[in-house]
């Protein structure tokens, strides 16, 4: 097939015609298929089934330390827990704070005691006239969610294939003191499935912000998420590379077990530098005797160490890696070479991120929703759900099982041809 753009409009009518008898022929079918969230599948789930195991008696609930884990106690978490989740994080078992069931929660509950209390003394930000966070777009939505429920300003920068655009974020956050974070997923982004570069990080590491309270909010929910066995992309660790900078204080790192384990059942852990670390102790003081450690417990008893979790990421890529190749696969096949859409193959993560021609990602949403296809809003990726050209939708392949993901596909490649050709012909 010639690229759309070589069509004339004659040609693009008679296209519209059959692909739309070929449209209301799945849209006869009645169904209901979802891409919307990265929410691993149930086969994925059963992975972590003998969890459930693990604990039986009194005595499988004292911890190394020789702590009852059903009781009161342990602010920080069980040090079984911390040393798995310090080398998953590549980070020192004494920088590292285990914390509830999600590490969202966690990133929220940072950014509010910013606004009410301040950063290591400065000046609450909830008392400034204006507080601004850098967002490398497209981004995840929730990120977004949290930055805009508390009224920070959300400055885009756009991403680039070895990460955000560092020039960029160099020079804004070196002349503005209103610029108190940015938020990054550094490996296998959400949602491009982009690994920053070597060069990014330690760009990163050098940063000299303005503000003093400003911190890299580095979310690193994908660490060890690879599809392929022979194919891996590789992130330099950042607190180590922060502190040979002499910038120990500037980063945050934040990750959980929800897409390892269970989500909304796995562990969230933070990292920081220990002049973060006693601040945030003080504050966690305050809300909490202590987070679940039975769950602490099962995991550290479920993997084991460090490489019995990657062993257990091996089954969770086996499980995922048919599902990416399948969309990937017809998103070659059907829309390959036609100058409609552009993708990026990601090596891990969740995500694949589509990029339709500029003002069609709402319309092609839409499109497969009237097929009975619930895509993430289009939108979703950009600060306030506001892409500037209408362009970016996220697709989440984990869920749907590989027979309706196949279907899936077919409708959204379908719905892009449609809208695209509505596009070109001027209707839109
Ligand atoms: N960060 C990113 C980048 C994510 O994609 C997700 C899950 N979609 C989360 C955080 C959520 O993590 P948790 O379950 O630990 O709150």
Not at 56 to 81: F, K, P
Not at 122 to 148: N, Q
Not at 278 to 306: C, P, S, W, Y
Not at 411 to 428: A, E, Q, R, T, Y
Request: charged share 25%; with cysteine; hydrophobic share 40%.
């Amino acid at each position: 097939m010639p690229s759309y753009r070589e069509l004339n409009a004659e040609e693009l009518e008679a296209l519209k015609r059959e692909l739309e008898q070929e449209f209301e022929a799945v849209k006869a079918k009645d169904l209901n298929l979802d891409m919307s969230r990265g929410k691993p599948s149930i086969a994925q789930l059963n992975l972590s089934m003998e969890m459930m195991d693990v604990l039986h008696r009194e005595s499988d609930m004292i911890c190394d330390a020789g702590i009852d884990c059903r009781n009161y106690g342990v602010l920080d978490g069980i040090q079984e827990a911390k040393q798995l989740l310090a080398d998953m994080m590549e980070v020192p078992k004494d920088n590292i704070i285990i914390f509830g069931n999600s590490s969202l929660n966690v990133m929220y509950d940072m950014i509010s005691h910013a606004m009410t209390h301040g950063v290591m003394g400065s000046t609450p930000w909830a008392k400034l006239d204006r507080v601004k966070f850098l967002c490398p777009v497209p981004g995840y939505d929730r990120h977004f969610t949290i930055t805009e429920h508390f009224g920070i300003e959300m400055v885009p920068v756009p991403m680039t294939s070895t990460g955000p655009d560092m020039d960029i974020v160099e020079k804004l956050i070196a002349e503005d003191d209103t610029i108190k974070g940015i938020w990054c997923v550094p490996k296998y982004s959400n949602p491009q499935g982009i690994t920053y570069s070597d060069e990014t990080v330690h760009r990163f590491a050098c940063l000299k912000p303005a503000a003093k309270d400003f911190r890299i909010y580095w979310d690193n929910a994908y660490g060890i998420h690879h599809l392929y066995d022979d194919k891996q992309d590789y992130l330099i660790e950042i607190f180590m590379e922060c502190k040979k900078e002499g910038n120990p204080d500037l980063v945050y790192k934040f990750a959980s077990t929800s897409k390892i384990s269970f989500p909304g059942s796995g562990i969230a852990a933070f990292a920081a530098s220990d002049a973060n670390l006693v601040e945030i102790r003080k504050q966690m003081r305050v809300q909490t005797i202590g987070h679940d450690k039975v769950n602490q417990l099962r995991h550290a008893r479920f993997f084991g160490d460090i490489s019995g979790m990657v062993q257990h990421m091996r089954k969770h890529a086996e499980i995922l890696r048919p599902k990416f190749d399948t969309v990937l696969n017809t998103l070659e096949k059907e829309l390959g070479g036609l100058e409609i859409g552009s993708w990026i193959a990601p090596r891990g993560g969740y995500f694949i991120s589509f990029d339709a021609m500029d003002g069609c990602a709402k319309a092609i949403v839409a499109k497969a929703k009237e097929a009975g296809l619930v895509m993430t809003d289009a939108g979703a990726t950009y600060p306030y759900g506001k892409d500037p050209r209408d362009s970016n939708i996220r697709i989440a392949p984990s869920y749907p099982t590989l027979e309706e993901l196949r279907v899936a596909t077919e409708i959204f490649v379908l719905s892009v041809k449609l809208v695209s050709i509505d596009k070109l012909l001027g209707n839109l």
